[in-house]
């Protein structure tokens, strides 16, 4: 059938603009709902040092995406610094760097963190390479191969290998091999370098664990292992527990160095966090516009032209309930999508105000326009100077209603003017031709598909929808093409044609 | 409450075509739009109806420009009536019907007196388009004034009666008259109140009145019964209207015909978006009458066309049943 195309498309647009929705849903946690609350923390951290006089550069290791958090703003606060962020194979950081600095120095890096629902799906990370050789001393290396024969036969992968390994680092059951150990190298170094040794690729992160006010904290070191397909598991290198913690977030993960001071001494980073609660869709507005085409988003542009758009992406929302009022209601309204504009302006003044106004205008604008039939104008003529009386009744009606102190009375000139003149235009046509009842009708019919329009596009949820889901006005498009499709009865028909079903 | 309204199943059970399949199945895929402006302009109707030698109204002149809108009296000086419209007016808008003139003073079939201000008034507004679809510049068509046949007279206040016919691929479908009433201020549109008979297509006869979309058995302004209506030269006026497919290529299709007195049957005007009101007229949808016609091959002529329409269209008027009651 010749339908098919028509069908291949509308499927198209809603399968596109679901699946946009939904991306945009779950890769940038875009809520559903405007009134949903998401958690954000504010982290501070604050790095010191004493500087010697001489050139400085402070590297640091800075948070990325990740399971759990995503970061909505940073800032950074170093007199006189310069400032650059880095994205290498060391991850992402952050580097200072000044031609001269002498005494105590403070540099300032915070971050807008949004906490995420934990998604199943595990992020993606490079294990990193096994070292070459790795050299112990005598008798370090027999204590080392003691320690992981041990571990090695209690355990059946990777994991479990870990887990034991830790465990036997931990409370009584530290044996005189790991003493031994222990008097050379540190705790975590020393868990990596036996991990590696065994053929395990592993290596210590820093994270920061979240914790509601704390200040003047610092990061932890956790052991992440990976196994042969390349997944990984966190331990705690304290008690040898597995997974990560809910309020842990991982500040370094490539194995690097937190903090690299050149330049200074004496170098100390520390942490405060306080967490609030933000309302979605203000949390939504803060995050970092990456531009790439999926997130292809309006809140990539300046905050004023995404004002516009607000307004602009709701129109589609004001012709679907004409369409829908049209085809399946059958209202019959003056001017198409007059009541889109109308409602538009609604949005502006409140209902009630512009149900008021566009009648006070309407009605007045009707009365002088019944003095201009007279005159025998040419049409442009006749249709340019109810343009003017619509403008002096606006004028007149604004200059009244601030004169007597109601301020909603000023947003009158929100109405489109040239739209209320051909409104007025028309409707003196019909009351000629077709009497008072008609442009009663076809009036209340504009009046009340304005309203609803009104109503849907001022709807906070509508407005959130449209606004974060561009996604939406495919679907709202393939909706409109399939009314356009529509060949049933409509719902006033059901009355217009009764008296035919009635008889024999 | 519920007594006013019906269900979507009773409507189609009764075949009946709504606005969106109207739109859709057959305005969209039969009249192409291209040919539109040949429905829509109603001088060119006319030229080209002449072209194909079906009457319509004689021609008086046109005015085209503001500047002509002076000699709208030098043109239709020392004629006893005459009729002015908008060529691409839509729903009877713009149309001022003069019946008489007396010294200068123009008088409509109610009575209202217009002098020769308010005639260039009307013909001004007509050309700045205030008629016409979308506000586009128009041009003042002068037609003569249909004397229509006394057999009417007593169906009718004030207007010309017309009698709709809708083609479908050159088949006659339904057919209806419209009476103008004191209610549609002597215009024959049914939503301003004129009183629709449905027609049957084999005979010519009444079948059902309605106004205001319920039903009714007399004029409500001359009181006269409406079953005894009978359009002569029925078969004329079907083969004129069915000749309209041919003129205009247009598969769906309404036909205003009007019986002159001397001239008998002729187009008034077309209209290739016609309305659905004629269901009500004739107390049944148009659904079956156009699918059986769908089915029907392309190229028959206009003879064979009628004979089929009449043949499976035919109804015996419920108007004539209840007379026949009453008088047995």
Redesign the interface.
């Known amino acids: 059938m010749a339908r098919l195309p028509f069908y291949i498309i509308v499927g198209v647009l809603l399968v596109a603009g679901i699946a946009l929705s939904v991306h945009r849903h779950v890769q940038f946690e875009v809520p559903w709902t405007p009134g949903e609350q998401r958690q954000v923390w504010e982290i501070e951290s604050l790095i010191t040092f004493s500087a010697q006089g001489n050139p400085v550069v402070v590297d640091m290791a800075l948070p990325s995406h990740q399971r759990g958090f995503r970061i909505l703003t940073e800032n950074t606060a170093s007199s006189g610094y310069g400032l650059s962020f880095l994205e290498d194979e060391r991850g992402r950081r952050a580097q200072w760097s000044i031609r001269q600095a002498s005494g105590s120095q403070q540099l300032y890096y915070s971050a807008q963190l949004l906490e995420t629902p934990p998604g199943s799906r595990q992020q993606q990370s490079q294990p990193p390479p096994l070292p070459r050789d790795i050299v112990w001393e005598r008798p370090f290396d027999t204590a080392a191969s003691q320690v992981i024969e041990r571990a090695y036969q209690r355990s059946a992968d990777p994991f479990t290998f870990t887990r034991e390994l830790v465990r036997d680092f931990t409370g009584n059951r530290q044996g005189e091999n790991i003493r031994l150990l222990l008097t050379q190298f540190d705790r975590t170094p020393l868990l990596v370098r036996l991990l590696n040794e065994a053929g395990v690729q592993a290596r210590e992160v820093s994270g920061l664990l979240l914790e509601d006010g704390r200040r003047r904290q610092s990061l932890t070191s956790w052991l992440q292992v990976f196994n042969q397909q390349g997944e990984w598991v966190l331990f705690d290198p304290r008690t040898g527990e597995q997974g990560r913690p809910e309020n842990l977030l991982l500040w370094e993960d490539r194995g690097q160095a937190v903090l690299e001071v050149q330049g200074g001494v004496n170098s100390n980073v520390t942490f405060s966090m306080i967490q609030h609660n933000q309302p979605a869709a203000a949390a939504v507005r803060n995050q970092l516009a990456d531009d790439t085409l999926l997130n292809f988003s309006i809140h990539s542009l300046p905050l004023e032209e995404q004002a516009l758009f607000q307004t602009i992406l709701l129109i589609p929302i004001g012709a679907l309930v004409v369409v829908f009022l049209r085809?399946l209601v059958?209202i019959k309204t003056s001017g198409t999508f007059m009541p889109v504009l109308i409602a538009l302006a609604f949005i502006q003044t409140s209902l009630a105000t512009g149900l008021i106004g566009f009648l006070l205008v309407v009605s007045v604008g009707l009365v002088i326009r019944s003095y201009l039939s007279h005159l025998?104008l040419?049409?442009?003529a006749r249709v340019s100077a109810v343009i003017i009386t619509v403008i002096a009744i606006i004028s007149i009606f604004s200059v009244l209603s601030y004169r007597f102190g109601l301020n909603a009375g000023l947003t009158i000139t929100f109405f489109p003017m040239i739209i209320l003149a051909w409104t007025i235009e028309r409707m003196s046509?019909l009351w000629e031709?077709?009497g008072p009842k008609q442009v009663i009708i076809q009036g209340g019919g504009s009046l009340l598909t304005a309203v609803l329009a009104y109503l849907a596009m001022n709807n906070p949820w509508v407005r959130h929808i449209t606004f974060n889901f561009l996604g939406v006005q495919m679907i709202l498009m393939a909706c409109i093409l399939l009314l356009g499709?529509?060949?049933?009865?409509?719902l006033l028909?059901?009355?217009?044609?009764?008296?035919?079903?009635e008889?024999? | 409450m519920m007594g006013?309204?019906?269900?979507?199943g009773?409507?189609r059970?009764?075949g009946?075509v709504?606005?969106?399949?109207r739109n859709?199945?057959y305005i969209g895929r039969y009249n192409n739009r291209r040919l539109y402006p040949l429905v829509d302009d109603k001088l060119k109707t006319k030229l080209l109806a002449h072209e194909y030698g079906i009457t319509t109204p004689d021609l008086i002149g046109t005015v085209t420009t503001?500047f002509g809108v002076k000699h709208v009296t030098q043109l239709v000086d020392g004629l006893p009536g005459f009729v002015i419209k908008p060529a691409k007016g839509s729903g009877g808008?713009g149309i001022l019907v003069i019946e008489r003139v007396e010294d200068d003073v123009y008088i409509k079939p109610s009575g209202a007196r217009l002098n020769r201000?308010d005639l260039?008034?009307h013909v001004?507004?007509i050309l700045?388009?205030?008629y016409s679809l979308g506000?586009a510049a128009d041009v003042a068509m002068i037609e003569t004034l249909i004397t229509f046949d006394e057999t009417f007279a007593e169906y009718t206040y004030e207007g010309v009666p017309d009698i709709r016919v809708i083609i479908f691929k050159g088949y006659p479908v339904m057919a209806m008259m419209r009476l103008s009433t004191a209610a549609s201020d002597g215009k024959a549109n049914l939503h301003?109140g004129a009183v629709g008979v449905g027609i049957d297509i084999a005979t010519g006869t009444a079948i059902r009145g309605?106004q205001f979309?319920?039903?009714r058995t007399d004029h409500p302004d001359t009181g006269h019964e409406l079953a005894s209506l009978r359009i002569p030269d029925w078969e004329t006026l079907l083969t004129l209207a069915a000749g309209c497919y041919e003129m205009t290529g247009l598969g769906y299709l309404g036909t205003d015909m009007v019986l002159d007195r001397q001239h008998g049957p002729m187009l008034l005007e077309l209209n290739a978006r016609p309305g659905l009101a004629i269901?009500?007229a004739n107390?049944?949808?148009l659904r079956r009458r156009l699918d059986l016609i769908e089915r029907q091959p392309d190229g028959v002529d206009v003879a064979r066309r009628i004979a089929f329409s009449q043949k499976h269209f035919a109804r015996k008027g419920?108007l004539q049943q209840a007379t026949d009651t009453a008088i047995a």
């Open positions: 085809v059958g025998n040419l049409l442009v046509i031709e077709e499709n529509y060949t049933g009865y409509r028909e059901l009355r217009r044609f009764k008296p035919v079903t008889d024999s | 006013s309204w019906t269900t979507p009773k409507l059970a009764k009946i709504g606005m969106n399949r859709i199945r503001q808008k201000d260039e008034r001004s507004n700045s388009g205030l506000g301003q309605v979309d319920r039903p269901q009500m107390g049944e949808g419920e």
